[in-house]
DNA sequence: AACCAGGTCTCGA
DNA sequence: TCGAGACCTGGT
């Protein structure tokens, strides 16, 4: 098996995946319903558990020529320290399905509460793991259960994510075939989702549907472009400069710019 | 104790 | 198409 290279506390941790846990230097997650460890082995990664190789290379895109990827993206000397700064820093080919339904929930709320949020909703509705874990809930799992999902502490977003359970269970969104379509076609139908805008449109389309060119703009990345280039304004805007300046692999620079200004505190 | 968080939705111009 | 407000809740 080859995952190299990979730093797996900057992928795993950066904020692109929400169930993933260190406990000591062991990371503790869940692909593809089984529970799996993975340990960092030098440039690459020791896998514990039920999963086969070919889905860990799947799920870590070792597809992706990183060191091309990470050349591309260099565009200039500010992106090209933050590249040289974070080695191993790979996107995640996401489930379709536990990613959009993720941040749905992840709308306006910090990363310590949207990973107790996911949690309480793989609790309520998840299928309970050998290990004492639970899976992420299929879309059949949720759509009848208004009353239950309230209890998760969802707020606002409760409706919207009940909402688009159902939208999926019924089959009248096809997240699988978005994979084919361009970037244009796959955001436009994801906005048409309850919960899904502009910005969660885009986290789906980069770290699930192969979409590389997709371009994110949080808070994070919204200050962190104007601070670097000066750009400022509508999400379009942001994003279409996004989209432009770094070409195929804007999303992958769009991480390294999120990982980089993650510990930066204003003055 | 305020402020803010990997935004979306609605409405009016 | 764009900007302004509202919006649950809990971290920091």
């Not at 993933?20 to 558990?49: D, M, T």
């Not at 790979?90 to 910090?110: F, G």
């Not at 084919?180 to 502009?198: F, H, N, Q, T, W």
């Amino acid at each position: 098996m080859r995952l190299g290279p990979i730093d797996l506390d900057r992928t795993l941790g950066c904020g692109q995946v929400f169930r993933w846990r260190k406990e000591g230097n062991v990371w503790k997650g869940i692909l593809n319903g089984k529970e799996l460890q993975l340990r960092q082995k030098r440039g690459s990664v020791v896998a514990e558990g039920g999963t086969d190789d070919e889905a860990l290379e799947r799920y870590f895109r070792s597809d992706d020529d990183l060191d091309r990827i990470r050349a591309e993206i260099s565009r200039d000397e500010r992106i090209a320290s933050m590249v040289a700064n974070a080695p191993g820093l790979r996107l995640i080919r996401q489930d379709p399905w536990e990613c959009a339904a993720s941040y749905v929930l992840a709308t306006n709320a910090n990363i310590p509460r949207i990973q107790k949020m996911i949690e309480n909703v793989c609790r309520t509705f998840g299928d309970p793991l050998p290990g004492g874990g639970f899976a992420f809930p299929r879309p059949d799992q949720i759509s009848g259960g208004n009353e239950a999902a309230k209890a998760c502490g969802l707020g606002f977003r409760c409706d919207r994510f009940v909402e688009f359970a159902r939208l999926v269970d019924r089959g009248e969104i096809g997240l699988e075939t978005l994979r084919k379509a361009d970037y244009e076609e796959c955001v436009r139908e994801l906005r048409s989702c309850p919960g899904i805008g502009d910005k969660v449109a885009d986290c789906v389309a980069v770290f699930s549907l192969d979409h590389l060119d997709a371009f994110p703009v949080d808070v994070r990345i919204k200050k962190a472009m104007e601070e670097m280039y000066g750009v400022c304004g509508t999400y379009r805007s942001v994003n279409r400069f996004g989209r432009e300046y770094f070409g195929r692999y804007a999303g992958y620079a769009q991480e390294y710019i999120y990982y980089s200004f993650q510990r930066i505190k204003r003055v």
